[in-house]
């Protein structure tokens, strides 16, 4: 699975949207592009994956780059609730797509 | 819930000891993943079933380390002569493998403490 680079850590004020980039340079053709975010003492939670086009769901949308060397995942709307850290993982699916490498995600603190 | 279920979700032990964390994966769940996350880290994979089988015990590290899903459904991990360097959170995750891309359910993990 290709390397994924975040920042360390985010600030964003409640109710304007979060953007949290990832680069992932070596991703090859067939990795897919997946967000999990962990909030504070519990496990981790999926977010979204994708592979080429943008994509979003209830929770967030994800707008990868048409060379697929970065990605954003978007919270539209963020909350007290969305102050978590936010993995982003390269994984090329198939039988092995929930042997996740996670680095150390991006701490994202959501403040009033 | 209809969660993954984790016991116990807190474990103090002496160095040494042997020690058994169970996973309930949500039911009909035909994966099942164990994952261990030290502190300030990320999860780190440790070991895959499909079934029965271990499809994928690459991430163990070391033979002190061993898990089971007799009947594919609950699993157990265990962990032999423990050190105190094995205190971790031992988070436990089960999926559909119906397709080959998809969402991880992860449970609330296991805090394993060695003294």
């Known amino acids: 699975d290709a390397k994924t680079t975040q920042p360390t850590s985010m600030d964003c004020a409640e109710g304007r949207a979060a953007n949290l980039p990832c680069n992932h340079s070596t991703i090859s053709g067939n990795e897919y592009v997946y967000w999990y975010r962990q909030i504070h003492s519990q496990g981790p939670q999926y977010i979204i994956h994708?592979?080429?086009n943008n994509e979003t769901n209830e929770m967030a949308s994800l707008i990868i780059t048409e060379d697929r060397k970065s990605s954003t995942l978007i919270l539209p709307h963020a909350t007290l609730r969305d102050t978590a850290v936010y993995y982003c993982?390269?994984?090329?699916?198939?039988?092995?797509?929930?042997?996740?490498?996670f680095g150390q995600g991006t701490i994202l603190t959501v403040h009033p | 819930g209809a969660g993954v279920s984790q016991t116990p979700s807190n474990k103090v032990t002496e160095k040494g000891k042997y020690v058994e964390l169970r996973c309930d994966p949500i039911?009909?769940?035909?994966?099942l993943y164990w994952y261990r996350q030290s502190l300030g880290q990320g999860p780190e994979f440790l070991i895959y079933f499909q079934g029965t089988g271990a499809a994928d015990d690459s991430g163990l590290p070391n033979d002190r380390f061993f898990a089971v899903r007799p009947e594919g459904s609950v699993s157990t991990l265990k962990i032999q002569r423990t050190e105190r360097g094995d205190s971790a959170v031992y988070l436990c995750?089960?999926?559909?493998?119906?397709?080959?891309?998809?969402?991880?359910?992860f449970g609330e993990g296991s805090r394993l403490t060695v003294l």
């Open positions: 039911s009909g769940h035909t994966a």
């Open positions: 994708g592979l080429k």
């Open positions: 993982i390269s994984n090329a699916g198939g039988t092995s797509y929930g042997k996740l490498t």
């Open positions: 995750a089960s999926s559909f493998l119906r397709q080959n891309t998809g969402e991880l359910f």
